[in-house]
């Protein structure tokens, strides 16, 4: 059974594309791993086609999370347009339906080729982005972008549209060697952005 949701931290994460435009340095990924904390094997067979995503999300109690979030073992917004169809279809089903969050890299307009933040308006509640390094050159140390320089640009100006129609965008950093001033840095430069940061600890492999 491949899988397409889990639980995690009493939350839903949907799992709908193994696809990712990084390798960031920190990424469970990259050592081998199938799943990770969160779900045993998160490779799929196949990336679910949005109805299979949907059954497989309506079989659940989805009113008993206190988010959705999409995440999983890529970078989700490979599959954005399925994301919005799957929200709004979810919303037809389930009249009070959760927050829907996204976990990304922040490149989705890169990916995608078109501004796809207006088209998160009304659907999206929260988005956290993966911020990093308050430079280019950490950036792109630590996330190691297939666009290189191109990809902390996106990211950039993605979280300032974003901001726009997301009523709570979030930047995160893993605290891995991060010093006092670094994280100062990096949260200046979130709000400068219209985002809040967040440091999340450092997963031990």
């Not at 799992?15 to 490779?43: E, M, P, Q």
């Not at 726009?164 to 965008?169: N, R, T």
């Not at 994280?183 to 200046?188: D, E, F, L, M, Q």
Request: hydrophobic share 35%; glycine share 6%.
């Amino acid at each position: 059974m491949m899988t397409i949701s889990y639980e995690y931290e009493g939350s839903l994460y949907v799992n709908l594309t193994n696809r990712c435009d990084c390798r960031c340095v920190f990424c469970l990924r990259h050592n081998g791993h199938k799943g990770s904390i969160y779900a045993d094997d998160l490779w799929l067979e196949h990336e679910p086609t949005r109805q299979e995503a949907l059954e497989n999300l309506l079989a659940r109690d989805l009113t008993s999370y206190p988010e959705i979030v999409f995440c999983g073992f890529g970078e989700p917004t490979y599959r954005l347009d399925d994301i919005l169809w799957l929200v709004d279809e979810l919303k037809k089903a389930v009249p009070a339906l959760p927050p829907i969050r996204i976990n990304t890299n922040g490149h989705a307009n890169l990916i995608l080729g078109r501004d796809v933040t207006p088209e998160l308006a009304g659907r999206i509640d929260v988005l956290s982005i993966s911020l990093n390094g308050s430079t280019m050159e950490e950036y792109c140390a630590v996330t190691k972008p297939r666009d290189g320089e191109k990809g902390w640009e996106a990211m950039l100006d993605f979280t300032q549209k974003a901001s726009k129609y997301v009523p709570k965008v979030v930047m995160t950093i893993v605290d891995k060697e991060k010093t006092a001033e670094e994280i100062a840095r990096c949260k200046a430069l979130a709000e400068s952005l219209g985002a809040t940061l967040r440091v999340r600890a450092y997963i031990e492999d």
